[in-house]
């Protein structure tokens, strides 16, 4: 059974090691929870060897009480005492742009497109300011394709989890093996008019303040940081979007120049669920509590 992230470099990391080591099942937790729930466990309990691919999982070492437990992955991270094999270079202090990248090196498999579309996936245009742009350049050398054509199978396979698919999530994984099937599926193609038509929508409806950007939204899809990055990056303003959802609420804030991490250790001091960069923080917070923080960030921000 293989455990996986839901974007393009968990979906990418399955297909490869699916072929590779010979298993045939696939499982991704709810998308946008970093573990494993009851629901979850209880569904994989009858397993008895589970490979997680591209995930930290908060509780991984659960899994250990029922199956074998093998980790490939590239996030920040401490080893799992009780899996077999913990395959991340970040133990050994390396970054690794993608879990494509370390499956590939740790299997000496043949380089194809899934290795390239999982670094595409994480890291966007920035890999080819990377030392690892040389596996995407030699990639394209050899197949003939385009950059613009990676980026764009990408964004389709991130698709399925901006919808909130989960059903989708593991049906991609069965197409990855063919980059023409992923650029030609109607289906991944249809959700990506829809997600682009509302992104573009929510960023027309931002509203001005001079030194930064707001938005108030209200969308169950997963759009908030594609949302706040083109505000941000359209207007070379910091953008501050509050997305208020059915069950819970979403702040984020990006800023083309500033450092706003701080915010992520005040919202973490307030209970809730925060992470980012210098230049990027995201909150999950509960339903109805998004708009007092959001309003607290843009006095701190002096809007
Ligand atoms: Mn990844």
């Given at each position: 059974m293989i455990l996986h992230h839901w974007d393009t470099d968990g979906i990418c990391s399955a297909s490869l090691l699916m072929e590779n080591l010979g298993e045939d099942e696939n499982f991704t937790p709810k998308i946008g929870n970093y573990f494993l729930d009851e629901e979850d466990l209880d569904a994989l309990r009858s397993h008895k060897k589970i490979i997680v691919a591209d995930m930290n999982l908060a509780n991984a070492k659960d899994i250990c009480g029922f199956a074998e437990l093998i980790i490939y992955d590239h996030h920040i991270a401490e080893r799992v005492e009780c899996a077999k094999a913990h395959i991340n270079p970040y133990l050994e202090?390396?970054?690794?742009?993608?879990?494509?990248?370390?499956?590939y090196e740790n299997l000496g498999l043949k380089l194809d497109h899934?290795?390239?579309?999982?670094?595409?996936?994480?890291v966007g245009r920035k890999i080819m300011d990377r030392a690892e742009k040389d596996?995407?350049?030699?990639?394209?050398?050899?197949s003939g394709r385009s950059f613009e054509d990676l980026e764009r199978a990408a964004m389709l396979l991130d698709s399925s989890y901006k919808m909130f698919r989960r059903d989708e999530v593991?049906?991609?994984?069965?197409?990855a093996n063919d980059l023409d099937e992923i650029l030609n599926?109607?289906?991944?193609n249809r959700n990506n008019e829809i997600l682009e038509k509302e992104i573009e929508q929510m960023v027309s409806k931002a509203e001005d303040?001079?030194?930064?950007?707001v938005l108030k939204m209200r969308t169950e899809h997963h759009i908030i940081s594609a949302v706040a990055r083109k505000i941000a990056w359209g207007m070379g303003k910091t953008a501050l979007v509050l997305n208020q959802k059915s069950d819970r609420d979403e702040?984020?804030?990006?800023?083309?120049d500033m450092d706003v991490s701080r915010f992520i250790d005040i919202a973490r001091a307030k209970g809730y669920n925060a992470g980012g960069k210098k230049e990027v923080v995201g909150v999950v917070l509960p339903k109805g509590e998004g708009e007092g923080f959001f309003n607290y960030i843009l006095k701190e921000l002096g809007g």
């Open positions: 202090g390396k970054s690794y742009p993608s879990a494509t990248l370390v499956i899934r290795v390239v579309l999982g670094m595409v996936g994480d596996v995407v350049l030699r990639y394209m050398e050899k593991l049906e991609n994984v069965f197409i599926s109607e289906r991944l303040l001079g030194n930064l950007m702040i984020y804030l990006r800023s083309p």
